[in-house]
């Protein structure tokens, strides 16, 4: 209980800060009558009152949550956000298939996922992201190693 009040008040704290650097923000390019200012305030605004909800509500609000954290499900989760850190390290060298494929395969074989059906999944998934950021959504993405075989 007092953990979650310790957090939600610095992640209010957080939420004020950017909504202080958003409040400075201007666009080079003003492609909406109002500008990109207006949405982060308010995210950034609205997530600050809710963890100021979260961190100030009376206890008789609140029940005990037993989230069942058990050794080896904080050594999933550690390994998962490890996996996620190396992912943005390693994303544009080897470029976004290349990297979303060891991403997913890591945290498929920390799911206990049968290592060939995730390796499957992986490549699959994997091409079909680029196919639809690229051809359908017209973004950009790194391809690293490909870049002499795709693009």
Do not use: H
Not at 35 to 64: C, D, E, H, Q, S
Not at 138 to 147: K, Y
């Amino acid at each position: 209980m007092t953990m979650e009040r310790v957090f939600s008040g610095l992640m209010a704290l957080v939420s004020l800060f950017l909504v202080y650097l958003a409040i400075g923000y201007v666009a080079p390019i003003a492609y909406d009558p109002i500008g990109p200012r207006p949405y982060p305030i308010l995210i950034f605004g609205l997530l600050a009152f809710l963890a100021l909800v979260v961190a100030f509500r009376p206890a008789r609000f609140t029940k005990p949550i037993d989230l069942g954290l058990s050794k080896p499900i904080i050594k999933n989760l550690l390994l998962c956000t490890l996996a996620l850190l190396v992912y943005s390290l390693i994303f544009e060298p080897l470029g976004f298939i290349v990297a979303t494929i060891l991403m997913f395969f890591a945290v498929g074989l920390l799911f206990a996922g049968p290592p060939l059906k995730t390796l499957i999944f992986s490549v699959v998934v994997s091409v079909a992201l680029y196919a639809l950021f690229d051809l359908g959504l017209d973004v950009i993405l790194p391809l690293g190693i490909l870049s002499g075989i795709i693009g």
